[in-house]
């Protein structure tokens, strides 16, 4: 079975700075799937951004990369000029890529928190 | 806008009572998740349905079933809530084989409370 860590529970910073969330998982897998979803407060859980594991670049959406490491097992989320809307829970999230049987599973999450 | 829709937002029922959440949807998703999140806790898979099969994870308890009437609809039933099953329960969606390329679509979740 997978399991993902996120040994961040909470975390602050200043409007504008860039933090970084850190995600470790273990698999046998060779093939999967990375994801980060947000979970801003009372709100749906979104999708932040994904990662192939075959694929050697780190994923980038605006402000939102990533620094997949395969060999270590580790996908941290940098975001960069951070704003209040990013105060959210945020999830790591594993998937194997099955079809009719695509499960993920997902980390504690960070709590993260924009101070302005 | 197309989206997962779960009623009610928040659910107050009585120890042993049995409750109903549900969720509709309007993605045409052939795939249907209900998740249980505690507070400060991952969101955990109960199940999932793949159209009308049915894939129980292995440590979700007998207590919670779910049925699934059609593509559009699924509902979660808590037969004799205990204390313990207070949580957040999210409802999810995805398109089977594009879970890679398409994000799962969550719902605003309901909260149980137990009395």
């Known amino acids: 079975a997978q399991t993902v860590t996120q040994s961040q529970p909470e975390m602050s910073v200043q409007e504008a700075e860039t933090v970084t969330l850190s995600c470790t998982y273990d698999?046998?897998?060779?093939?999967?799937?990375l994801f980060w979803y947000k979970q801003p407060p009372s709100r749906q859980m979104i999708l932040v951004i994904r990662q192939e594991a075959y694929k050697q670049q780190n994923a980038t959406e605006n402000r939102f990369s990533v620094n997949f490491q395969k060999a270590a097992k580790s996908f941290s989320l940098k975001i960069s000029d951070s704003q209040l809307g990013d105060t959210a829970m945020y999830f790591c999230?594993?998937?194997?890529?099955?079809?009719?049987?695509?499960?993920?599973?997902f980390g504690t999450g960070t709590r993260l928190t924009i101070i302005p | 806008d197309a989206m997962v829709i779960q009623n009610p937002r928040y659910q107050v029922t009585q120890f042993g009572k049995p409750v109903t959440l549900s969720c509709s949807q309007t993605l045409n998703h052939n795939v249907m998740y209900w998740y249980q999140q505690k507070s400060s806790q991952a969101p955990k898979l109960l199940f999932h349905y793949y159209d009308k099969d049915f894939n129980n994870e292995a440590d979700t308890p007998d207590n919670f079933q779910s049925r699934r009437p059609n593509t559009s609809f699924c509902f979660l039933d808590i037969r004799s809530p205990g204390l313990g099953d207070a949580a957040m329960y999210l409802c999810a969606t995805s398109r089977a084989g594009q879970l890679k390329d398409q994000p799962q679509h969550f719902g605003d979740g309901t909260r149980l409370s137990i009395l």
């Open positions: 999230a594993f998937m194997k890529p099955y079809e009719g049987n695509e499960k993920l599973t």
């Open positions: 698999t046998s897998e060779n093939n999967y799937y």
